[in-house]
């Protein structure tokens, strides 16, 4: 193909929603999505807020979690507000550039969530099989580093391939936002060396988290085997029940997207909302977990919002 006699693709056009295009729809799912995007900021913020100004959150698990609640921000942020936008005020194209850092951030804001996950299996293990050693053993700051590090610089790795591709059109995308692997199949050079890049980058990250989940519930659950008191398996249950269900919500909630997507039953409209759904569940459900199965968060936001909303409220 001769790339000269076609004029480069300078934007993106961003179907969206194709089933539903008429104004109440898109009425409708606007408000739906403006509505998450502001429960994903009010439930991440107060506990970012709770984790920071309470000196007794003031532990590596804390900061774990306040960690997934910016990944969750950072989610959010990169997909909702362009969205609506498109929804609301037809404002459907996106730049080239604007495009690939889309995919990027969502790419890597995702998979900092999946590495911070990773991390809390490893504090767990710690907390339960080596209680005596766990402020000493615990390099919150080495593990936060790489869980930012190693997806930031992998995704920036795609980017760059990227950059180097040419989109001669068409330019419409079949997506509410722009991510890697959609992208470059609208290429009209060569891909073959961001596909497989693409695809070694996201299986060697599946590979690293998953090996980590199953090692450290592995070693939490004989530990736990060995413990012969009730007391002790309650105290277990307390202390990893709330990374269990998070991670549990977060593995279900990718596998029934993967499925969804292979059935030929769903239409493309169905598929775009369930993974919609998928993106936006664990950052709402996440600060709502820890907040309901902590104790010392919980007892922390009701210290909060006692000080800061109910009381000047009363007064």
């Not at 774990?64 to 037809?90: C, Q, Y």
């Not at 060569?190 to 450290?216: K, Q």
């Not at 596998?255 to 759904?277: E, G, H, K, Q, W």
Request: with cysteine; net charge positive.
């Amino acid at each position: 193909m001769n790339n000269g006699t076609f004029k480069p693709v300078s934007e993106f056009i961003l179907l969206g929603f194709p089933g539903y295009q008429d104004k109440q729809s898109k009425t409708i799912l606007s408000s739906f999505f403006l509505f998450v995007y502001i429960v994903i900021l009010i439930e991440n913020i107060l506990i970012l807020l709770v984790i920071l100004l309470e000196e007794k959150l003031h532990k590596p698990m804390y900061y774990f979690v306040s960690n997934l609640a910016i990944s969750g921000i950072f989610i959010g942020t990169v997909i909702i507000p362009k969205m609506v936008a498109n929804l609301m005020f037809n404002l459907n194209t996106i730049s080239f550039q604007g495009c690939l850092m889309q995919a990027v951030m969502y790419s890597a804001s995702f998979q900092v969530q999946m590495y911070v996950l990773s991390a809390m299996c490893y504090d767990r293990v710690v907390a339960v099989c080596s209680p005596l050693h766990y402020a000493t053993v615990i390099t919150m700051l080495k593990l936060l580093v790489l869980c930012w590090l190693l997806p930031s610089l992998s995704y920036l790795l795609l980017l760059c391939f990227a950059l180097r591709l040419s989109f001669c059109g068409p330019h419409i995308l079949q997506s509410c936002h722009c991510y890697h692997s959609i992208l470059i199949k609208l290429s009209c050079t060569d891909n073959t060396i961001n596909n497989i890049t693409g695809l070694t980058v996201a299986l060697t990250h599946i590979a690293v988290c998953s090996i980590v989940f199953v090692i450290s519930y592995a070693k939490i659950l004989i530990s736990v085997l060995k413990i012969k008191s009730p007391g002790g398996h309650r105290k277990a249950l307390q202390t990893c029940g709330a990374h269990l269900c998070v991670l549990s919500t977060t593995l279900l909630a990718s596998a029934f997207v993967y499925i969804c997507n292979r059935m030929p039953s769903f239409s493309d409209d169905a598929r775009l909302i369930v993974t919609m759904v998928q993106n936006f569940l664990c950052p709402i459900m996440n600060p709502i977990v820890y907040a309901l199965m902590t104790t010392e968060i919980k007892e922390s936001v009701k210290r909060f919002l006692r000080k800061n909303l109910i009381r000047p409220m009363l007064s």
